[in-house]
T-cell receptor
């Protein structure tokens, strides 16, 4: 079974805080992705990584950064949290080209 | 035009009936297509992958792909109340890195 672990299921933070969301995989997959999912807007890609220390912007990278220092761990960072970043955040992994993505359980983040 | 389009539903079917979910996509060179099921408050779960024109069956699920018409569908036979969920269609983007474009999802309600 594919195992993707996100550090928190629910998180509440305050505006202006620096927020870290962690994603860990045990599958040795090259590709890792961060999405946010909002009602009516669907899944939107924030950032992805195709190798250690390599990252690419997705469709909505503003206000976010990422870090991938080890193959199994991909972190999403909200530099200065704002209320419009309240959302469900989903991490996904995939093995390579034309392969499906597998998701973690998600983190429901509330910024107050 | 959205890159991946799905009818948002809800699609309501009686228990035991066939549910038919449809998806159209705009990128003619797409090679990989996936269906995910997402229960309310949960993360997407992969249920089918399809890469070639025609039908692919897995238990009660059949995925159908027609690349000429840029159309992919999911049939659920003998629908059960436990199939009630949102079904997401995903298409691999051209350009590498295995990025997926997700449709907004179709909500399926199976009533006893």
């Amino acid at each position: 079974d594919v195992k993707v672990t996100q550090s928190s299921r629910y998180l509440v933070k305050r505006t202006g805080e620096k927020v870290f969301l962690e994603c860990v995989q045990d599958m040795d997959h090259e590709n890792m992705f961060w999405y946010r999912q909002d009602p009516g807007l669907g899944l939107r890609l924030i950032y992805f990584s195709y190798d250690v220390k390599m990252k690419e912007k997705g469709d909505i990278p503003e206000g976010y950064s990422v870090s991938r220092e080890k193959k199994e761990r991909f972190s999403l960072i909200l530099e200065s949290a704002s209320t419009n970043q309240t959302s469900m955040y989903l991490c996904a992994i995939s093995r390579g080209m034309n392969q499906p993505q597998h998701f973690g359980d998600g983190t429901r983040l509330s910024i107050l | 035009q959205k890159e991946v389009e799905q009818n948002s539903g809800p699609l309501s079917v009686p228990e035991g009936a066939i549910a038919s979910l449809n998806c159209t996509y705009s990128d003619r060179v797409s090679q990989s297509f996936f269906w995910y099921r997402q229960y309310s408050g949960k993360s997407p779960e992969l249920i089918m992958s399809i890469y070639s024109n025609g039908d692919k069956e897995d238990g009660r699920f059949t995925a159908q792909l027609n690349k000429a018409s840029q159309y992919v569908s999911l049939l659920i036979r003998d629908s059960q109340p436990s199939d009630s969920a949102t079904y997401l269609c995903a298409v691999a983007r051209s350009g590498g890195y295995n990025k997926l474009i997700f449709g907004a999802g179709t909500r399926l309600a199976v009533h006893p």
